[in-house]
């Protein structure tokens, strides 16, 4: 499978998994964790599909399109694996993680610390969709739709 099609593989699933989510989302209180910021296209999208909802978005450096950046209070620049750990309990209702690079090695070690953070970062109930698996005891797996290929995203829930 050619880049381009692997990259629109990976965003059609993105989307699917977060129209699902945020249905259910949308009934659970506290914010949307964004690890991940990017260009800033799936905060844009979360944006739009939870209205007036707190997004706080989180990434080594900024790099979004300008209408794809949250407000200063809601951007966390520096590494990921410590900024996002000054938010642990902030009981949030979705983390979402897009933050694999393609490359087992590096994957490999964002493994290590990521499901634990994400479990503490999450309410009881709360929902977390990562690229990579997510595999920790407080972290139930969850289905995902029918058009998203297996392993290509993950969903869990805080339990």
Sequence with gaps: MSRLESFIRRMTAQRDILDLVCAEVANIEGPVLELGLGN?????H???????R??????????????????AENLVLGEIRETASRFIGIDAALVHADI???YEDCDAVTST????????????????VSGTPLDHPQLQRLP???????DRYFICRRV
């Design 113 to 128: 610390w990521l499901p634990d953070l994400t479990a503490r970062l999450l309410r009881v109930g709360g929902i977390a």
């Design 54 to 71: 707190r997004i706080v978005a989180f990434d080594r450096a900024l790099a979004a399109h300008s209408s794809s950046i949250p407000e």
């Design 144 to 150: 995902t739709p029918p058009s998203v290929p297996a």
């Design 46 to 52: 979360l944006r739009e599909r939870l209205p007036g």
């Design 100 to 102: 694999g690079t393609g």
């Design 40 to 44: 800033g296209r799936t905060f844009h």
